[in-house]
Structure formats: C-alpha cells, structure tokens
C-alpha cells in the first residue's frame, strides 16, 4: 500500500525543462551537449564517443574548464609519448655502446703495454681480457636495445589509442557531473574559454617537449636534468651553519655545561635509585604501584614483563633505560606543564610556541642529535637532552588543550564567587583538564621510549645500545630480546599512568 | 547599610573593540543599534539601563533571547565591565572597587546562579557548596556545617557525599542553589535557574524558591525568558528588548496596562485569573439601579477573577462588587466577567 502512495505523489511529477541551464553552461557547441546531457540524464547510459575530446584530449578539457580530467590524460598521454618518441628517435643502445668502445680502447691499449713486455705482462693479457669480455658484453646489450625499439614503438601507440578512447568515451559523463556541480556552486568553471584553452596549450607544449627531450635523446643537456647551480652553494651554507653552531657552543659554553651538570646531576640520581637499589625491592615496588595506582591484571603484567628483563640477563640494562625515560620525562612533565598553562592562557605565546612545536614533531628523530652533539657533545646527558626536546610538544600541547577545553561557564562561576586566578587554575581548571594532561604525559613517556634506541647513537645506555650493537654485528636474538625489553617498558609505564589518571576520573 | 542594594544609572555595554568611539558616537550623535554596528563593527548590548532594586524584593528581567539580560546581571558582580554608567551594590560603585574589594564583594555580599548549574563536576556536593567559603578561607568544620546546613533548606538532606553527575539536573540545580546562599550573601543573582528544567520540576523549584525568599529575606535579581516565570515570583518586572528596558513594574502593572505593542504581545497569553481583581473590571454602580441586584451574591473588590468565576457559576445574577466596607460599589455581569478574562476587548 504504501508504495502505491509514493507513486501517486511522484508519478504524474511535471518535466523540467533544464536546456537554458545547460546552454549557459555549456557556451560553444550548446545544441550538441544539450543533447548528450538529456540522454545521460534520461537513464541511457550507452557510451558515446565525444569526437572534440576524443581528438584534442586535455585540450579540450583545458578550454572547458575540466582541470581533473586535464591533468589526468596529460600525464597518462605523456607516457604513452615517451614510448613513441623513444621508439622513433630514440638511441636506446647508445650508453652501451659508448661504453664498449671505452672498454675496447682501455683493453687494446693494455694489450700493447704487455706486446712492449712490461715487466708483469701476463697480467696485463688477463685483465685485458677481462676488459674485451666486458666490451662484447656491453656490445651485445647495445644491440638489443636497438631491437627493443620498435616494441617501445607499438606499446606506446597502443596506449596512446587506449587513452584516446577513454577520452572520448568518458568525456560527456565528466562534464555533465561538471554541470551537476556548477549548477551549485557557480564558481565551478563553465562554457569554452580561450584562455583557459592557451594555458593548456602553453602547459602541455613546455611539459611535452621537455620530457619527450629529456626521455628520448641520448646524452641530454645537463642544465635540464639537475638544477644549474655551483655546488658551492651548498658547502658554502653548511660551513655558515657548522661556523654558527661551533661559536655559539663557545660563547655559551657556561650555559651548556651547567645544563649538562644539573641534568647529569638529576640523572645519576635517579639511575643510581634504579641501577643500585637491590632488584627484589625494585620488583616489589613495581608491583604494589601497578596493583594500586591501576589493578591486578596490569600487576600480573607488569610482574611478567619484570620476570622477562631479569630472567633474560637485561635488568642492569632496563633499569638504566627506565632511569633515563623517567628522568626525561620529569624534566618534561615540569617544564611543559607550565610552558602549556602559559600557552592557555595567552594566545600571543602560543603562537609563537605552536609552529616550534609543529618542527619539533615533525623533524626527524636523528635531527636532533646534531645540535645536542654541537652543544654538548656525546655521552648520556646529550642523550637525556635529545629525549626531552623530542619529547616534550605533546605534553605542552595537552596541557594548553585541556585548559582551553574547561567548560567556560564553571570557570565564570568561579571568578563570580570571588576565586582568585590561582585559586581558579588550581582548584578548578587543572583539575578539569587533569585527563588530557594526564593523556600529554602519558605520550611523552611514551616517545621518549621511543627515543631510546636513537639516543644510544650518542652515547645514552642502556637497552637502546645493546639495540645498536645488535645492529652492527647483525647479532639478530641479542636485538630482539633488546627490542622486547624496551616494549615491556614502554606497556608496564603506559598502563600504570593511564590506570592512575583513569581512576583519579572516577574516585 | 544602604537603603537601595541594587541601583543602576545609565549602564550601557558595547562589545567589539572599538567600544569607546562607538560610546561617543552614541551619546553625541544618538545612533541606532544597526548604524553602530555598521560604523565601528560594536554591537550594543546594553542601552542606557537604569532601575533600582529594593530591600528583598525579587526583581525580574524578562526578556528574549539577544535582549542583553545575561549581560546585564553579569555587570552586578562585574563579570563584565560596562562601557558607560554606574553599578551599585550596597551603595558602593562597583565598576570603582580594587581588584581584592571585587573578589571580597563577589565572595561575602552576591551569590549567583547559572543557567547550566556550573557545578565543578570533581568535587562533592559537600565540597560544591562549600566553594565560596573554601574561598574566604573557612576552615574545614565550619565549610561542612554551613554546607550541610544550606543543603538541608534547599531539602538535599543525604545527598553531600555525591558527586554531581550523579543527582539529577533538578538536584544540580538546587546544589547551585545552596553554593550561592553557603555565604549568606545580600545580594542573589539568578540567571535563567530554572530554564534548563523540565515544566514539573522547574515548578516545583520556582515554588521552593519563592518560599525560601521570603523566609531569608534576600534580595534577589533574577533573569528569565518565560513571562509566567516572571510573574509568579517577581515582586517587579522589567521587560527587555533589545538591550534596553521596555517597562517596569508589578505584574498586575505589566499584564493591564502593558507600555508597548512589544509588551501586550507577551501578555496576551498570560492568564489573567489571578492577577485582575474586580475593581478592575465592575461598572460602577448608580444608586437607583441598587433594587434589581437584591439577588445578587455580594463579592469583595479585592477578589481575584478567578474567584468570581467561582461565584458566577453558582447563580443567575450578575455579581455585586463591596468595598471595604461592606457597601456596594460596582457590578459584574457574565459579559463583563468573561471580556474581563479575555483582557477586555
């Protein structure tokens, strides 16, 4: 029954009569498209050839303003070019051919130093000989490169034939969904422009003509293959950073060192904790922390992944990398946390911080270790250094997020009970933005476990060296009993700070 | 202490950042509301309000959305800081006070509530209410007395040791409640309390806090969008239209005698029941008419329409209206009375 109703309401729908709308898209050649859109539009999906598509291809979608399908069989038209024009004009065996004439001179010329009887002539007829063969050898890919040239010839005239095809076949439905998203959106490009038809004359003839020249000639001009420039632009703007570094290393070699000291200082207080107190303390309080701060399954976790680093001879060395991602992750928790309010709190700070931050995270890893070496040298401190500035955008990130995230209301409502701006961020707006703080810092740990391994490259101990040894020796069980080790830090650290902020949610 | 705690004298707040120019413009040139916005990007949220509130009275501000109502309460306690004019609480200027005078003011003498409760959803219900204390610098003991004592007038007996998201938004709401009554404030902001509220529960709190009103004593300002809102708990009315005040006064003022087209439009569907009383709508009585009305019920001028309907019913005869005295002075008869409640057409 209800379907009889639908169609009562839909089936005696009045025509419209869309050929003005078409026509003003349309421009040039309005009767033709007219009659090509009201067949796609009444169902008949038959394909049709569009002969102006078929035969100037992204020509005609240049003028018509169809830049999709443009760039597309530009791109597709140009490989099958290159085929062509390689099998026309193409010396495919000319490089070995060269070759085998340089080889052939080299091996006659060793020929005739031993015919004068140098004194190790026998020697000299071997590697003579050895030159010939190689000679021959290039002498015969040469030829077959000349006889593959008529099968560049047909595969390229192949594929032209088949892009061609799809052009024409493909053109009206492209451009009456063109029509359907013009009729929306007017800015969407309508009618047959001339201009937009000699931008793509100009694009296509500079794109074609410098590839089909690149591709097919033998020995093309150097200026078109690399960019032109001395190479002493590039030496020269490495010797002004190299410069730059190593004099601000020596006028702030005060400021390095005490960073390095209190670091270091902080450092070997925390290893000497994890490294020197004896392993069953270190093991019971891991396993009271992961049962309290975030239960027994992750206890039971944290139990095995313990068992695993002691059993398999790697304590010493986790509790060196456990030393230094916590130490790391201090320092970043007690400087990003604040450097993340500041940022919450004025949108001029960050800014600034914001695209430093966009750097930090998307340099490369390794980049960091080239400064920190400048600065200040190798060793652990430089390693820890590395850690943190890799690791710390996230908790700044977090910290400014959460802040902005507190809901403005509660925060009007404590300003309205007389709250004064301390009282309002400690008593209302970290505490609110504790979850996603806690989420940064839970990050931060996290990267800076994966900093670990890249850190040793300087001199940071720990599972992350015994990684790197590994990997010069090819010692490929040590390297992954180490790779384990460090993924079992990394999980015990995740599920005990993430247990602790998702209970401190609840209770 | 002064005699009116809440006075103001020519508020007006323009946003944007061009505010004082536009301020100028106005006061020399008297620009609309669009011309400002057009010359100097400002919207004008506040225009030229002046009103006194008196000694535990509930003043109302009705008005639509975009009328400037939140804004307006937002300057008692300066939240906001007005462009022009003078705000005083407890006879003194607020806009003049320091920084700690503000926060001492905020904390001791006005409380508020907010439309969507703003409770801090990591504290209990104990720990919400004691808020304004804990920021006074109570001690502990004396924080969960006040609290559990507010608790119990707004009847949330049992509930301290909740946490917000646990009690329902009628139950948040009276926790709002409660946090701005735990510092015995003068002063009571209310801004839309009730809105977010469904029909029954909002009726219920609107009840409990007129009750409650009138047992502190506590003078209170309260915003709302909703006329019968208005009407059932405001000691006065002021209408709002476009961050100026339309009219001022009872709601028997307002619902008879309403100042502007704006005005009459939100009355027309008010119930008049019980805000017209009979002097109002009798036609006084001639004295040689006395005889016909001897069957007639005797009715008090001071009765509501309500109660006359109440009458009518009962008999055939038109009403006789007496004044204090006991002596007639007017009559109602069925067309009248029904005219009367139909807002005298």
Redesign the interface.
């Known amino acids: 029954m209800p379907a009889n109703r639908t169609q009562g309401a839909t089936g005696n729908a009045p025509s419209i009569d869309l050929t003005p709308s078409i026509t003003e898209f349309v421009g040039a050649r309005a009767a033709f498209y007219v009659g090509r859109f009201k067949l796609l539009l009444a169902g008949q999906n038959r394909w049709r050839v569009n002969w102006a598509a078929l035969i100037f291809g992204p020509l005609w979608a240049a003028a018509r303003g169809i830049w999709a399908f443009f760039w597309l069989f530009a791109i597709l038209e140009l490989v099958a070019w290159v085929q062509v024009g390689r099998g026309i004009w193409g010396d495919l065996g000319a490089d070995k051919l060269a070759e085998a004439a340089r080889l052939q001179a080299k091996s006659d010329q060793l020929m005739a130093e031993a015919a004068r009887g140098d004194t190790n002539a026998e020697l000299l007829v071997e590697s003579a000989g050895n030159l010939a063969r190689a000679a021959e050898n290039a002498r015969a890919a040469s030829e077959a490169g000349e006889a593959s040239t008529t099968t560049y010839l047909l595969v390229g005239l192949l594929l032209l034939g088949l892009f061609k095809l799809m052009e024409g076949l493909w053109a009206d439905r492209v451009y009456e969904r063109q029509y359907t998203r013009w009729r929306v959106d007017k800015r969407v490009p309508s009618g047959f422009n001339l201009y937009r038809l000699a931008g793509g004359c100009a694009l296509l003839l500079l794109v074609f003509s410098l590839t089909l020249y690149r591709f097919t000639v033998s020995q093309p001009d150097q200026r078109i293959v690399s960019v032109p420039v001395p190479s002493t632009y590039h030496t020269h703007t490495a010797n002004l950073i190299e410069d730059y570094l190593d004099r601000t290393a020596r006028a702030g070699a005060g400021l390095f060192n005490s960073i390095a000291g209190g670091t270091e200082a902080v450092l070997n207080a925390i290893e000497a904790v994890f490294v020197e107190t004896s392993w069953p303390v270190i093991v019971i309080f891991f396993l009271l922390a992961a049962w309290r701060l975030a239960g027994g399954r992750v206890a039971i976790f944290t139990g095995a992944a313990l068992a695993y680093m002691g059993i398999l001879g790697l304590w010493e060395k986790s509790m060196l990398t456990l030393a230094l991602v916590s130490s790391a992750a201090v320092f970043c928790v007690l400087m990003g946390i604040p450097l993340g309010v500041w940022c919450a709190r004025s949108s001029r700070v960050y800014a600034v911080v914001r695209p430093v931050l966009d750097m930090m995270q998307t340099m490369p890893a390794f980049v960091y270790l080239i400064p920190i070496i400048a600065f200040f040298g190798t060793g652990k401190v430089p390693g820890i250094l590395a850690t943190i500035a890799f690791s710390m955008p996230p908790v700044i990130r977090l910290t400014a997020l959460g802040l902005a995230q507190v809901?403005k209301?509660?925060v009007?409502?404590?300003?309205?009970?007389?709250?004064?701006q301390w009282?309002l961020m400690t008593?209302?707006e970290l505490?609110?933005a504790a979850p996603t703080i806690m989420t940064g810092v839970n990050q931060t740990i996290l990267m800076c476990l994966s900093m670990v391994v890249i850190a040793s490259l300087i001199g940071a101990r720990g599972l992350g060296q015994e990684v790197l040894v590994a990997l010069q020796f090819v010692a490929k069980g040590q390297g992954i009993l180490a790779g384990l080790a460090i993924l079992c830090c990394a999980m015990v650290l995740d599920r005990i700070v993430q247990g602790r902020f998702r209970r401190g949610d609840g209770a | 202490m002064s005699d009116i705690p809440i006075k103001l004298e020519g508020v007006w707040k323009i946003f944007g950042t061009r505010a004082e120019e536009a301020m100028a413009a106005v006061r020399s040139e008297g620009l609309s509301k669009n011309e400002v916005l057009a010359r100097f990007g400002a919207v004008i949220g506040i225009a030229d309000v002046s009103f006194d509130v008196h000694w535990g009275e509930i003043f109302c501000i009705m008005g639509l959305s975009g009328s400037g109502k939140s804004t307006l309460i937002r300057h008692i306690?300066r939240?906001i800081e007005p462009t022009a004019g003078r705000v005083e609480v407890l006879g003194r200027d607020v806009t003049r006070l320091s920084e700690p005078e503000?926060?001492?003011?905020?904390?001791?003498k006005?409380?508020?509530v907010?439309?969507?409760m703003?409770?801090?959803?990591?504290r209990s219900v104990r720990d919400n209410v004691a808020?304004?204390l804990?920021?006074?610098g109570a001690p502990k003991g004396r924080r969960w007395e006040i609290s559990q004592h507010v608790l119990s007038l707004v009847g949330l007996d049992g509930f301290e040791d909740r946490f917000p998201d646990e009690i329902s938004g009628g139950m948040q709401q009276r926790v709002g409640l409660a946090?701005a009554l735990a510092?015995d404030p003068d002063v009571l902001?209310m801004d839309e309390p009730f809105s977010a509220l469904d029909p029954l529960i909002r009726r219920q709190l609107q009840d409990q806090f007129k009750a409650l009103s009138e047992q502190l004593h506590k003078t209170t300002l309260f915003i709302t969008h909703d006329l019968d809102e208005a009407i059932r708990l405001g000691t006065r009315i002021a209408i709002m239209k476009d961050g100026r005040i339309v009219q001022i006064g009872t709601p028997v003022d307002i619902v008879t005698n309403p100042a502007d087209d704006y005005v009459r439009d939100f009355v027309r569907n008010i119930s008049r029941l019980k805000l017209v009383f009979a002097h109002a709508i009798m036609e006084p009585l001639t004295s040689d008419s006395a005889e016909k009305f001897a069957q007639s019920p005797r009715v008090s001028q001071d009765s509501d329409l309500d109660h006359l309907v109440d009458v009518a019913i009962t008999t055939p005869h038109p009403l006789v209206i007496t004044n204090a005295e006991g002596k007639d002075i007017g009559v109602v008869s069925k067309d009248r009375l029904l005219r009367g409640i139909q807002g005298g057409k």
Not at chain 1, 412 to 420: D, H, I, K, S
Not at chain 2, 102 to 108: D, E, G, I
């Open positions: 809901p209301d509660v009007e409502a404590a300003r309205a009970f007389g709250a004064t009282q008593g209302v505490p609110l | 306690n939240l503000l926060r001492a003011m905020r904390s001791q006005i409380g508020m907010f439309q969507h703003a409770l801090l959803p990591h808020y304004p804990e920021i006074r946090r510092s902001l």
